[in-house]
C-alpha cells in the first residue's frame, strides 16, 4: 500500500539531515509502528507522507504510483491523518458538526453526501454531541471526532501520529481498540507512530525502531513482544519500555 524508498529530509541549510535514507514498505490492511525516542524524526516522516512537507528527498509510493511531491485531491481522499493533541488539531469555535463537513468541502463534494451520524456511531460517538463544541467533550471524545473526521472521506490509509499520547491512560485502550476495530472493519491501512513500544506492540504487526533519523531494525511484533531484537539500540528501547519483564 506505501513503500518509502531512501527518504531524506533536511531543514533550512542544516548539511544534518533529520530523517536519512529511510525505506520501509507496509501491506495493504496492515498497522506498521514507527517507534523511537522523542526527536528522532518520526513525525518528520509522517509530515512527509501525509503532504505536510514537500521539502524531502526520496520515492514515496502510494498502491505502486509514485506521490507527487505536491499531493493531489484524490491523495487525500485515500490517506488521512490523526494528530496527537485532538484539542489542538479541532477548531475551538466551529461545533463538531461543522468540523467533520470541513473534509467534503475541501474536496469540493456535496457536505450531505455521507452519513455523518453513522460515521459518529462508528467511532462509538452519538450524533447529537454533534452540535457541540470541542471544549464542551471530553478528550477522548475529541479523539474520537478526530477519527471521524478523518474517515469522513472513507480513506484507505490513516497516518497516526501518536494519537493516544495525550489521553488519560484509562481513555487510551478504548482509543487503541476502536482504532483497531475500525482498522478491521474497513481493511484500512495505518503507519502508527508512537514513542511507546507497548502501543505499537499491541496495534501493529511489523515494527520499525527509529534512531536519530534512521530506522536500524525492522522486526514483526512477535519479535518485539518476545524480547527478539538484535540492534542495542532497539534492546535499550524494549529494557526501558513498560513492556520490559512482561515478555
Ligand atoms: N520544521 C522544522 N524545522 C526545523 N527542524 C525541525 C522541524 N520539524 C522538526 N524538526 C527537528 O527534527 C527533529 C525530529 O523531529 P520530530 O518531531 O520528527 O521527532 P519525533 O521523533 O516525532 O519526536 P516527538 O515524538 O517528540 O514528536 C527534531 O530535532 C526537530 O527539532
Keep these: 500500500?506505501?513503500?518509502?524508498?531512501n527518504l531524506t529530509i533536511r531543514f533550512g541549510h542544516s548539511q544534518q539531515p533529520v530523517v536519512r535514507d529511510l525505506s520501509l514498505s507496509i501491506e495493504k490492511g496492515t498497522a506498521f509502528g514507527l517507534v523511537g525516542e522523542s526527536g528522532c524524526g518520526k513525525s518528520t516522516v509522517l509530515r512527509a507522507l501525509s503532504g505536510l512537507n514537500a521539502n524531502y528527498d526520496g520515492r514515496i509510493e502510494l498502491q505502486g504510483e509514485t506521490l507527487d511531491r505536491r499531493r493531489s485531491r484524490p491523495f487525500?481522499?485515500?490517506?488521512?491523518?490523526?494528530?496527537?493533541?485532538?484539542?489542538?488539531?479541532l477548531h475551538p469555535r466551529k461545533t463538531i458538526r461543522s468540523q467533520l463537513k470541513e473534509p467534503l468541502r475541501n474536496q469540493g463534494l456535496d457536505t450531505n453526501s455521507v452519513d455523518m451520524n453513522a460515521v459518529?456511531?462508528?467511532?462509538?460517538?452519538?450524533?447529537?454531541?454533534?452540535?457541540?463544541?470541542?471544549?464542551?467533550l471530553s478528550g477522548g471524545q475529541r479523539q474520537r471526532v478526530a477519527i471521524a473526521r478523518a474517515l469522513m472521506l472513507d480513506p484507505d490509509v490513516l497516518l497516526l501520529d501518536e494519537p493516544t499520547s495525550a489521553l488519560d491512560v484509562s481513555v487510551q485502550a478504548e482509543i487503541l481498540n476502536l482504532l483497531q476495530d475500525l482498522r478491521t472493519n474497513r481493511g484500512l491501512t495505518y503507519l502508527l507512530v508512537s514513542?511507546?513500544?507497548a502501543v505499537v506492540s499491541h496495534m501493529c504487526s511489523r515494527v520499525a525502531i527509529m534512531e536519530a533519523g534512521e530506522i536500524v531494525e525492522q522486526v514483526d511484533v512477535g519479535a518485539l513482544r518476545s524480547g527478539a531484537v538484535e540492534h542495542p539500540y532497539s534492546q535499550r528501547l524494549l529494557r526501558a519500555s513498560r513492556m520490559y519483564g512482561r515478555a
Excluded: N
Aim: glycine letters at 6%.
Design 1 to 5: 500500500m506505501i513503500k518509502i524508498d
Design 76 to 89: 487525500f481522499r485515500q490517506v488521512q491523518m490523526v494528530f496527537q493533541d485532538p484539542y489542538g488539531s
Design 120 to 136: 459518529l456511531r462508528s467511532v462509538g460517538l452519538d450524533p447529537a454531541l454533534s452540535y457541540r463544541f470541542p471544549h464542551q
Design 195 to 197: 514513542h511507546d513500544l
